[in-house]
Structure formats: structure tokens, C-alpha cells
């Protein structure tokens, strides 16, 4: 049996809520374990000055110190979890400046989440098995070469996608929209060996990823099934060639959004949000709709468009949809709404997500929504760098499911 | 006797002063032990489950966070049944029930609010403070003889 | 969710602090243990914590205050002595409370002192205790005049 996972929380609220045991249920189910720092009251004294910021909450002064006793080493931890309240405002200064703190002064991934009394096991899991892969698996996630042949499948919420590699290239692809979880995974893999030329038995490993990579790992008996988090930090720094030194990596997905920190490839924070659909790929397949245009023919019909033409606050799918139709119907061209659609979706990750992570260049954009080039535009203009989207970037999760995977050819 | 609202709620001398003369402190430990010793859904440590939040929209509008609501429902109660409460103002580093600001304002507006007979202290930082602290505890529990 | 089945109903526990020059924890014990009358002792590094009914708990309480009736103080508890949910060993580290016992414990002597002098006090001989501060800041003209009177 492996050692848990030793996750410090660092919280305040959720015994209140009724959420403590759903926190320790998901790391339970990743074979991980949560755990409180232990102090003196007098080092929560010193800490709180050393610290500086002046909190009225005495859990959250509990909270600094116990970071800063995780920094300095007097505490020991494989992980961080950061858990307040949603909507309060002295917790998530606490939460946002302890994230950036940890992640500044010490080598421990950290997750920041703040919770509703509605949170639940199964949305906290994806966050604490990426907490502990990263804590378990360096020596997995160092991985820099792909080798042998090996597949990836990533079965995401909107879209399933596999990739063949062979010798560190990329020589077959599947894509289609998610239908039945596994039959959509049947049929992508079937894509992807045909156009590689390579017979399913001449793969020698196999990694799955996205919402279905239980379901469909257990199924195609995969060596590796590993959350999303990991997986397109590992694919994104890859095909972008930016293995070494700092990356962000923006994946805007069908259901919810990540942003990650990486440093050598490793995720250090990282984000995962769903707070609307308002700020997902869904939102741009309706606009694309709307307009009567195919999803990739949007990113195009953007950069003809102005997005300060046309007024759009897509905090909520159905508000969004609404000034969508609105400007059509007050005669705005179909280039302006398309542009501020793509801004509405970057704005509001910006403003949600990109706050909690540092972003460091390069900022690489992955995902099926990296393909809207109206969409890169408009998050470039709001964090005012290049963004790079590299090769293959819809294929992310199977492409980083395919390189950690060859990690499992037997004999390693 | 006379039911004792203690701020904070989980206050050891507060506790031990108004029991010591002859009333009954309602503090957190009341709470949680009704919690832990009724049959339910699990959900540890303190058997708060998610619909308690839910009963402190009683207190707290559904943006307040639902910790705040949460801890609401343990103690709103409280001070509802009170006849009386002794707050002690300065506690800085009294964790665990009392970890959340904004909740520990909207209770001690709430002590207000009821009317009832309210003694406001400090903690003693001398022995001469202390036998004035002890005194002023004393005398107006006294007070509340009859009730 | 799983349903809960709670153990020690009908029971209350009580912690019993001992600070005091003349007693430790371990004498509070040993003393405890003598007339427990069957209710549940454990000792901690502070004092005890005693369960079991309530009327018996408060029993054993009235009679280990008589010993040191200063520096005994007592609160209740929620949860039944070594309680996973609760304890050290499980959480990895104090449960949120127990800082504010720490608190409360280095003020307690200055209570004690309260407790032991009070009734050799005359009624009416004790001031009133500082009440929250609420002193007045100098007024603005005030400090007007004291920059002008400084720059001149």
C-alpha cells in the first residue's frame, strides 16, 4: 500500500457548512488524507505580525500561521487545500494572498476553493487528485519525451479526442462530440489508428483523461487514468515546447475552465471553475448557432468584428444569449457579436479565474476553444501578451494522456 | 436561575463565573452536544449538516456566506432563549466557534437587538482588574435574581 | 449520505481546569478517581474531563471544586472524551477551541485573584471594571492648533 497523501488544510467555514466531511471524502478517494497543522497560540501571534495582513477572523489568522509554518518547515505537508466561504470578501483576500505565498516561498502544490453549503465530494475530487498526483508522481510528470507507441483518449464533457503517438510524434488523431461516453470513445480511437496505420495491438500504453476517464480507462484497459489538470499541463508545455522554467495554461472547456500555473512542467495553482456556463466553450457554440455559422468558422468571423460595438455580459448563458439577440435584432453586423462574444467568455475567465493564478509567460491556450482565433485575440488584449496556442492544442488531454503513458511501457 | 448568553461562546471563565454563581451558561459546547447526540445524517466533526446553513437564512440573507449562516443556527437559538448575556469584547484569539468575524458582529448585534440585560467586560489584565472583572460578574448576575 | 448513530446519549462531559499552585492535574485526578462514582475520568494535561449524567458529573465537580475552589474552573463540553472527530491524534493537530483555552489560560490567575479576594472586599469597595475603551480622541481644532503652533 502507498503512503497517503498528507493535504494541510488551511480553512475557514467548512465544519459550519457541513462540507468538512465531503473535503475529507475526496481526498479519501484519492488515497490521500487531510490534516491541520498543529501550533501555539503564540506562534499564531508572531505569525499574524510576521505576516502583516491584519484579518478581523480568527480562523483565518489560524490560517496564516499555519502557512507560514508549512513554509518554514515546521509542519510537514506533501499538499495544501485552501477552503473559505464563498462570498466572503476578508476570506478570499486571506485565501488569494496564502495561495500566492505558498506557492512563492515553497515547492507545495496548493488549491484554493471556495465553497457553498451545496459543495460535494465529487467536485472537490478532480482538484485533490491533481493535489496528490502532483505530490506522488513527480517522477511520472517529469517526463519530457514520449516513447514507444502509445495512446491517449480524452473524454471530455463536449468532446472526446484521441491521439497515436510514436517516438515523441504525433501520427494519428480522432475528434467527435461526446455522445454515449464510451461508444464516442470506441469510435475516436478507431479515428486515430486509422490515420496512424498502427494496429491496436501495437500499442503499448494507454492513458485516459476527461469526465469519462474512469468509465472509458476501465473499459479499454488504460495503464494511466489521470484528471485533466495534470494531463493538459504536461500536454500543453510539450507541444508548446516550454518544458523548462515558468507557463499559465488557459484551457476554456465545454463545462468548466482551468487555469494553471506551471513551473518545469509541474502545475504549482491552478484554478478550475464552472461558476457559469456564461464563460465556457458552451456559450460560443450557441453564439456560433445563432448566427448560422459552423463553431469553426467563429474564431474568423471574430477577428473581422469589434467587440466594443456591441455591449455583452455573458455572467449567465441565458443573460449572454439575450444581448446576443438583442444586437442582432438593433442591427449590429454578425462580426461585432461574434468579436464580443469572445470577449464576454475571455473577460469573464479573466476575471474569475486568471486572478487566482500568477501568470507567467508563456501564456499557452489549449483546448477545443483554442481554435477560435477571435477568442485567443480577445484574452490576449486582456492580459496584453502573445498567447500561443500550439499544434494539436484541441488534442491536449490525449496528447498529455499519450506522453505520460509511455511512462508505463512495461519494463519501466 | 436565570439562562446566560456567553460571549464568546466558548469561553472557559465566563462559563465556569456564571455557573459558579448559581446560573446556567448557554455556551457552544450546549450546541454541539444536542448535535452530537442525536441520530441523523453523519457529517463530522460537528454534526452540522448542510441544511443548517440553510436554518440560519433565519439570521442571515442567502449572500451571506454559509458559514456564517451555519454558525448562526448554533447560536441564534441560543440567544433567543437567553435571559441574560456577559460579553467579553476583546477575545482576539478565540478560535473555533467564534472563528468568523462577520459572525461574531451580526451575534453580539443580535444580543442587542433582544433587549435583555447585557454586562460588557474586558478581560482582566491585572489582579486588581480581576477582582473587578469577578465582581462586576457577581453583582450583576445578582441582579438577575427573580427572573 | 451515512446515517449517524450517536454513542454516550444522555450523557454530558464536563472539563475541570486545575491552575493552581497548590494542585496539579495528576493530584486532581487521583482525587477525582476516589469518589467517581462509576462516572467516566480522563485526565488530561490541563485537568480532566469527566462524563457521564449530569447530575453525577456536577456530584463529583461541587466536591473537587471544595478542594482548591479558586483555581478549579469547569465548562462543558460537546463531545465525549477521545472523540475521533475531535482528537489531537486524529486531526494532527489542536482542535480550533483549544487556542482559546490557551487564551483564556493566561489570563486565569488574574481571575483567581478576583475570585480570592473579593469576599474580604467591603460591598461597594470595588471599583467598576474597564469597560470596552471608548476614549476620546483630540478634537480637530485642537490638533489644529498644535500643528500651527509647531510650524511657527
Redesign the interface.
Known amino acids: 500500500m502507498t503512503t497517503k497523501v ?1 493535504i494541510a488544510q488551511l480553512s ?10 465531503e473535503i ?1 471524502e475526496a481526498a479519501g478517494a484519492v488515497d490521500a488524507e487531510i ?7 503564540s506562534d ?2 508572531r505569525d499574524n505580525a510576521l505576516f502583516g495582513l491584519d ?8 490560517s496564516i500561521a499555519r502557512a507560514r509554518a508549512l513554509v518554514d518547515g515546521r509542519v510537514e505537508a506533501d499538499a495544501v487545500f485552501i477552503a ?5 470578501a ?2 478570499a483576500i486571506v485565501r488569494n494572498e496564502l495561495r500566492r505565498y505558498i506557492h512563492e516561498n515553497s515547492n507545495l502544490p496548493v488549491v484554493s476553493y471556495s ?4 459543495t460535494t465530494a465529487g467536485t472537490l475530487l478532480t482538484r485533490m487528485e491533481a493535489l496528490t498526483t502532483i505530490a506522488r508522481r513527480r517522477a511520472l510528470l517529469a517526463r519530457e519525451v514520449q516513447e514507444g507507441i502509445t495512446m491517449g483518449v480524452d473524454s471530455g464533457s463536449s468532446t472526446t479526442k484521441a491521439v497515436v503517438m510514436q517516438d515523441n510524434r504525433i501520427v494519428g488523431t480522432g475528434w467527435l462530440p461526446t455522445t454515449e461516453v464510451l461508444k464516442s470513445a470506441e469510435q475516436v480511437i478507431e479515428l486515430a489508428l486509422q490515420e496512424s496505420g498502427i494496429s491496436r495491438d501495437q500499442i503499448q500504453a494507454i492513458g485516459t483523461t476527461g469526465y469519462g476517464r474512469f468509465l472509458v480507462g476501465q473499459h479499454i484497459g488504460a495503464d494511466l487514468i489521470q484528471e485533466e489538470l495534470t494531463v493538459n499541463s504536461k500536454g500543453a508545455v510539450y507541444l508548446a515546447d516550454a518544458q523548462h522554467g515558468p507557463s499559465t495554461v488557459i484551457d476554456i472547456g465545454g463545462m468548466d475552465n482551468k487555469a494553471i500555473s506551471v513551473q518545469d512542467g509541474i502545475p504549482g495553482t491552478f484554478t478550475m471553475g464552472g461558476i457559469c456556463a456564461g464563460a465556457s466553450g458552451r456559450f460560443l457554440e450557441m453564439t456560433a448557432k445563432r448566427l448560422g455559422v459552423d463553431i469553426t468558422e467563429l474564431g474568423p468571423l471574430a477577428m473581422k468584428g469589434m467587440s466594443r460595438e456591441v455591449p455583452m455580459n455573458s455572467y449567465c448563458i441565458v443573460f449572454g444569449t439575450q444581448s446576443l439577440v438583442n444586437a442582432l435584432a438593433a442591427g449590429s453586423s454578425r462580426e461585432d457579436v461574434a468579436a464580443a462574444a469572445c470577449h464576454s467568455v475571455a473577460e469573464q475567465v479573466f476575471e474569475q479565474q486568471l486572478q487566482e493564478v500568477d501568470i507567467k509567460d508563456p501564456v499557452i491556450m489549449v483546448g477545443g476553444t483554442s481554435l477560435i482565433k477571435g477568442l485567443v485575440r480577445a484574452m490576449g488584449d486582456l492580459l496584453q501578451t502573445e498567447i500561443v496556442v500550439p499544434h494539436h492544442s484541441q488534442y491536449i488531454g490525449a496528447v498529455g494522456s499519450a506522453l505520460l503513458a509511455s511512462g508505463y511501457i512495461k519494463g519501466e | 436561575m436565570a439562562k446566560v448568553f456567553i460571549y464568546p461562546v466558548t469561553s472557559l471563565i465566563l462559563s465556569d463565573l456564571v455557573a459558579r454563581f448559581g446560573h446556567k451558561p448557554l455556551s457552544a459546547a450546549m450546541q454541539i452536544r444536542e448535535r452530537i447526540q442525536t441520530a441523523g445524517l453523519e457529517s463530522p466533526p460537528l454534526q452540522v449538516t448542510p441544511e443548517d446553513p440553510k436554518k440560519g437564512l433565519k439570521y442571515a440573507a442567502v449572500e451571506v456566506p454559509s458559514g456564517v449562516r451555519g454558525r448562526m443556527a448554533l447560536f441564534g437559538p441560543m440567544v433567543e432563549d437567553a435571559d441574560a448575556a456577559i460579553v467579553v469584547n476583546d477575545a482576539d484569539f478565540s478560535f473555533g466557534c467564534m472563528g468568523c468575524a462577520r459572525t461574531n458582529e451580526l451575534l453580539a448585534f443580535l444580543i442587542r437587538t433582544r433587549g435583555i440585560p447585557v454586562l460588557d467586560l474586558v478581560y482582566p489584565r491585572t489582579e486588581e482588574e480581576g477582582i473587578e472583572f469577578v465582581a462586576a460578574i457577581r453583582d450583576f448576575l445578582a441582579g438577575l435574581e427573580g427572573k | 449520505m451515512a446515517e449517524y448513530k450517536p454513542r454516550y446519549v444522555g450523557t454530558v462531559t464536563k472539563y475541570v481546569f486545575v491552575d493552581s499552585p497548590d494542585m496539579t492535574p495528576s493530584d486532581l485526578a487521583l482525587r477525582a478517581y476516589e469518589i467517581s462514582l462509576g462516572v467516566m475520568i480522563k485526565e488530561t494535561c490541563f485537568g480532566l474531563q469527566i462524563t457521564g449524567k449530569e447530575s453525577e458529573v456536577d456530584e463529583i465537580i461541587n466536591r473537587l471544586r471544595s478542594l482548591d475552589p479558586v483555581h478549579i474552573f469547569v465548562k462543558d463540553r460537546g463531545f465525549p472524551p477521545g472523540d475521533p472527530r475531535r482528537c489531537r491524534a486524529n486531526l494532527g493537530g489542536a482542535r480550533p477551541g483549544y487556542y482559546g483555552h490557551e487564551y483564556e489560560l493566561t489570563l486565569i490567575k488574574n481571575v483567581s485573584k478576583g475570585l480570592e479576594k473579593l469576599p474580604s472586599r467591603p460591598p461597594g469597595a470595588v471599583p467598576e471594571p474597564p469597560v470596552p475603551k471608548t476614549e476620546k480622541k483630540l478634537d480637530v481644532h485642537t490638533l489644529k492648533k498644535i500643528i500651527e503652533s509647531q510650524e511657527s
Open positions: 498528507r475557514c467555514g467548512p465544519e459550519y457548512s457541513g462540507v468538512q466531511k475529507e490534516f491541520f497543522p498543529d501550533l501555539k497560540l499564531i501571534q484579518v478581523r477572523s480568527p480562523d483565518l489568522k489560524l473559505t466561504c464563498f462570498r466572503c476578508e476570506a465553497f457553498t453549503e451545496r
